[in-house]
């Protein structure tokens, strides 16, 4: 598994682990759709921030970051890359 | 408790406790009496850098870690939780700031809010928007490179002394928004509510914004975010404070009810050889020790940065709260008629006590979200378990 799909699968496992669903597909809107509660964004952005050792600020405050797994997974590749 | 903190951690946790028994406890029920801090406390909180707890030492903060910080606060909430609500709501401003304001932003207000030259408090609710806060009605309206700001906050803990406000509203009426409000602000109004059950010291303030001019640049975060994270950011740091001085809370009680339980005679014996009396302290003391654990336990989770911090700083507020609630109540029976009196802390602990089931997250909102996510983690473990065959532990 290279490590793309690695990190799409940590983000999968956490977010499934988290929601009430069967089978979390990976481009379903989590916050859209009302999967998750209020304190989710938080407990979002902690996991990504330690698992991925990245650090969200506001300028990242940005719906199109978290909507979806694929979406959160690109959001971090980015960060990633620019080494925040 | 003790025994599990770091030796710099027990430093701490003894500077505060003599700190609060000279300068703290022999004045609080005072400070409830006249519903205001003395003008005495908060300089000497501020000559300690107490403002500047949780802020790192390069905006001239003690950077503590959190469970220095929730030790604090145990301190600060056994000689008074009004004062312990002065570095709650002030803290949750200064560490959003840190976390969703600009490079301009830190370097304005963190090192005036530190060092306590600045006060800060959250201004979240409003008449009809508690619990609920999509109910907000608070207006912020573009105009240029300002905010045209119309408005009611009420209930802001210490907005009647507060030298800046983080305000929320929604921009539109749509996207939520927070912005730093200064309190001379021309449009801003602060009215003083008086006569609370509990936090009788906090300068409970209503906020009026009637064509409040704020320049855009005072905003933290960006539009849309305030509910879905600087709200929840802020209070995460609200629970840990309203956890740690129920603690507090409790050890007064205990402390106060233990020595009376001992010392006072009826029928013949001391109370503490009445089964009902020992019966009520065996539990305040159990309930301590639980508390002491989970109030621990969640601050070590937000030092090592845990996503599962969120969840158990509210399970350690939930615990906490409701333990005070509980104990206080009984302390009060404890201590019988002087426990009914001002001049006696009880009567304070039991006020308070009750304010802090409702604060940060009404403990109702706290069964509703622990109920549903204890819940769900049962299913996916059950899930697991069937398709593994291995027992999973919750």
């Given at each position: 598994m290279n490590d793309v799909k690695q990190l799409e699968e940590r983000v999968h496992h956490y977010i499934a682990e988290h929601v009430d669903v069967p089978e979390l597909d990976y481009d379903v809107e989590i916050f859209e759709e009302g999967l998750?509660?209020?304190l989710f964004a938080i407990q979002l952005m902690t996991f990504l921030e330690k698992t991925f050792q990245i650090k969200v600020t506001?300028?990242?405050?940005?719906?199109n970051n978290y909507k979806s797994v694929t979406a959160i997974t690109n959001f971090v590749r980015n960060k990633q890359r620019e080494g925040v | 408790m003790r025994a599990l903190l770091a030796p710099w951690q027990q430093e701490k946790y003894s500077e505060f406790t003599a700190f609060v028994q000279h300068e703290v406890e022999p004045y609080a029920n005072q400070w409830d009496i006249e519903q205001r801090l003395s003008p005495d406390i908060i300089r000497q909180c501020a000559e300690r850098g107490y403002f500047g707890g949780t802020l790192p030492a390069s905006y001239?903060?003690?950077?503590?870690d959190y469970v220095t910080y929730g030790l604090f606060n145990e301190a600060i909430g056994r000689g008074s939780v009004s004062l312990s609500g002065l570095f709650n709501v002030h803290t949750m401003v200064a560490e959003s700031i840190l976390k969703w304001g600009t490079e301009e932003q830190k370097a304005a207000w963190l090192p005036r809010l530190a060092s306590g030259q600045a006060i800060a408090a959250l201004a979240l609710t409003e008449p009809g928007a508690g619990?609920?806060?999509?109910?907000?009605?608070t207006e912020f309206r573009l105009e240029g490179d300002h905010f045209i700001v119309n408005g009611c906050k009420k209930w802001i803990t210490f907005g009647g002394l507060a030298d800046v406000l983080l305000v929320f509203g929604k921009l539109s009426g749509t996207q939520p928004v927070a912005c730093l409000v200064e309190r001379?602000?021309?449009g801003l109004t602060i009215h003083p509510i008086r006569?609370?059950?509990?936090?009788?010291?906090?300068?409970l303030a209503t906020i009026e914004l009637d064509e409040c001019r704020i320049p855009y640049?005072?905003?933290?975060?960006?539009?849309?975010?305030a509910l879905s994270h600087l709200a929840p950011y802020a209070l995460e740091y609200g629970r840990i404070s309203i956890a740690w001085a129920a603690l507090g809370l409790l050890r007064g009680c205990l402390e106060t009810c233990g020595e009376r339980a001992m010392d006072r005679h009826s029928f013949g014996m001391p109370?503490?050889?009445h089964g009902m009396i020992s019966h009520m302290i065996a539990d305040m003391g159990v309930d301590l020790e639980a508390a002491g654990h989970l109030c621990l336990h969640a601050c070590q989770a937000k030092d090592e940065h845990s996503a599962e911090a969120t969840e158990k700083i509210m399970i350690a507020k939930y615990f906490a709260s409701r333990a005070g609630a509980r104990h206080s109540a009984n302390a009060v029976q404890i201590m019988g008629?002087?426990?009914?009196?001002?001049?006696?802390?009880v009567s304070r602990y039991y006020r308070d006590s009750k304010t802090m089931e409702i604060v940060e997250g009404s403990n109702q909102i706290h069964q509703l979200l622990l109920g549903k996510g204890f819940a769900q983690r049962a299913k996916h473990l059950a899930r697991r378990q069937a398709h593994t065959g291995e027992e999973q532990l919750i």
């Open positions: 998750v509660n209020s506001m300028d990242d405050l940005d719906m | 001239d903060g003690q950077g503590w619990s609920d806060l999509q109910m907000m009605g001379n602000r021309p006569d609370m059950l509990g936090f009788k010291a906090s300068q640049s005072n905003m933290l975060g960006r539009p849309g975010f109370l503490i050889d008629a002087s426990g009914c009196n001002d001049q006696l802390s």
